[in-house]
């Protein structure tokens, strides 16, 4: 009976200010969505960082026979002596925590599988081209990248020293920045959905008032005059975030996912990422709703 | 039933009082008229009972209960127990006669079949037999407030109060709408009537506190509605 009837007065409400319903449901759908992106953008740099974290920190190229600079023009291709005395220098000090050679034939090999799928590309390489090197990893890198660096920098046979952070750190600006973007425009976009649920809300209350006036007159408990309108704005949010979810799942699946065709690295993101974000755009949304038409309902409902 | 305790009440926006140390008490299963000029007070009574305002001196009592002691929550309980009627019917129209009681009953969370049994026994008792499927406006004004007198007692309150009941109803009509108020009444309910009507006043020879400018000028048991008028 109470349902019944709970649920009839929600329907009414929900249809008599239809236009305002589907604006609310559209903007809540749109700012979840955005947010939901926002959040996705953050999990895929946070795993592709991490992917990275383990892999090469410092990599020291050797002179080779086509090097450019003025160091190795002067020098000539580094000699075994030489690469023996910089490994040397290299697993002596205290922060580094292994040393790999990469000879310029093992280069050319991992550089022909990481661009397998660019045929094209490959060919226009041969080995050679590609330099030996010292694949450096550190036990502290934010710390002691400056002391290993500067150790080696200039040693004859060292052609240049290259942070591999500093290459990767432009890609996760350039992440961060988009990432950024989108969570600003879903804030602004949260800001006025929250706005129409109050103006809906308050829509529905006047247009209900003559209800809600004899309600109170008999004796109505306020649970009961309001729930009516709490469910209204709760319901409005939840089919806005039904449909943010299925175009999360579409971000997901063709756009993040087909990205990471284009990098060598596949970090993409499990099913499980996806649900808590749409969980949390769930909590999000339901939460603005309804704490939104809670207060505008203290307002305009007064006893 | 009712109490009024030198009862002082001030709207913030004017400085006098819409009442003046109005002390009233009004006993069970009395009928009383509230009569006096417009802005005499008699609709602040009324909302001061259902503690749609709060008075700025004074007590109130209903049925036993301190007003100014009964927390917010409670208000709808009190209001449970209090039949209103206004001169302006406030029926839904979009419901028909049946529903428009039965709504009374639903908002309070009442069994349906609770409510199949007592309507039809309230439609009968104010003289609306067969018309449960009329909607308001095809219903005369004073079939509407028959509707609105159905509702408020629906739920067997121990007071009915009514705001000038008869005000958009011609004189002949008015006649039918005390006849009701007055059955109500014998079922041991408490009436309270504001009314401007000296014809009706003058007819039922019922108890008379008449206000003029929030003070109790006249209190008269079976009065009349006054020479001045």
């Known amino acids: 009976m109470r349902a019944q009837f709970v649920l009839q007065e929600i329907w009414i409400g929900l249809r008599r200010n239809l236009t305002m319903t589907v604006a609310l449901i559209v903007v809540v759908a749109i700012s979840l969505s955005l947010l939901g992106v926002g959040l996705l953008f953050v999990k895929q740099v946070d795993a592709t960082r991490s992917y990275w974290q383990g892999k090469v920190e410092l990599s020291i190229y050797l002179c080779t026979a086509q090097s450019v600079s003025v160091q190795c023009k002067q020098n000539g291709p580094s000699t075994a002596a030489q690469r023996q005395q910089i490994q040397q220098t290299l697993t002596s000090m205290p922060q580094v925590a292994s040393v790999v050679y990469q000879s310029q034939q093992q280069a050319y090999q991992q550089f022909k599988q990481e661009f397998s799928n660019n045929p094209s590309f490959v060919s226009t390489v041969a080995q ?64 006025a959905a929250t706005l129409l649920v109050a103006n809906t809300i308050r829509l529905s209350a006047f247009s209900r008032r003559r209800e809600t006036g004899i309600m109170r007159l008999v004796g109505a408990s306020n649970f009961y005059i309001q729930l009516p309108f709490l469910l209204e704005g709760i319901i409005a949010g939840l089919i806005g975030w039904a449909i943010s979810v299925g175009l999360l799942i579409a971000v997901k699946s063709l756009w993040l996912d087909t990205l990471q065709q284009y990098f060598t690295f596949n970090v993409i993101l499990s099913a499980g990422d996806l649900v808590e974000v749409v969980i949390l755009a769930m909590c999000v949304g339901v939460l603005l709703c309804g704490a939104t038409s809670f207060l505008t309902l203290r307002r305009y409902l007064r006893v | 039933m009712i109490n009024f305790d030198n009862v002082t009440k001030i709207y913030p926006s004017q400085s006098r009082p819409a009442l003046e140390n109005v002390s009233i008490s009004v006993e069970k299963g009395e009928f009383v008229f509230l009569v006096g000029p417009s802005g005499s007070g008699k609709s602040t009574f009324l909302r001061l009972v259902l503690k749609e305002e709060r008075p700025t001196d004074g007590r109130i009592r209903v049925s036993g209960r301190d007003l100014a002691h009964l927390s917010n929550w409670r208000v709808p309980m009190l209001r449970r127990r209090i039949g209103c009627v206004f001169q302006d019917f406030r029926l839904l129209p979009n419901k028909n006669v049946y529903q428009n009681v039965a709504f009374a009953l639903e908002v309070i969370g009442k069994p349906r079949r609770f409510i199949r049994k007592v309507v039809p026994e309230v439609i009968d008792l104010v003289g609306l037999e067969g018309k449960h499927e009329r909607m308001p406006d095809e219903l005369s004004g004073g079939e509407q407030q028959r509707v609105a007198m159905a509702r408020a007692f629906v ?75």
């Open chain 1, 128 to 191: 050679g081209d590609i330099p030996d090197s010292f694949q450096v990893k550190l036990k502290n890198p934010q710390a002691d990248y400056g002391t290993v660096a500067s150790s080696v920098t200039g040693k004859s046979g060292v052609d240049s020293v290259i942070d591999d952070r500093s290459i990767l750190a432009k890609f996760y600006k350039l992440l961060g920045g988009a990432r950024n973007a989108v969570v600003i425009v879903a804030v602004i976009l949260l800001v």
């Open chain 2, 155 to 229: 739920n067997r309150p121990m007071i009915l109060l009514a705001d000038e009941p008869t005000g958009n109803i011609d004189p002949a009509t008015s006649i039918g709408i005390m006849k009701v108020l007055d059955r109500i009444n014998r079922t041991g309910t408490t009436v309270v009537m504001a009314t401007h009507d000296a014809a009706i006043v003058d007819s039922m020879r019922k108890r008379v506190i008449e206000l003029e400018y929030g003070k109790v000028v006249r209190d008269q048991s079976r009065g009349v509605y006054g020479q001045a008028y």
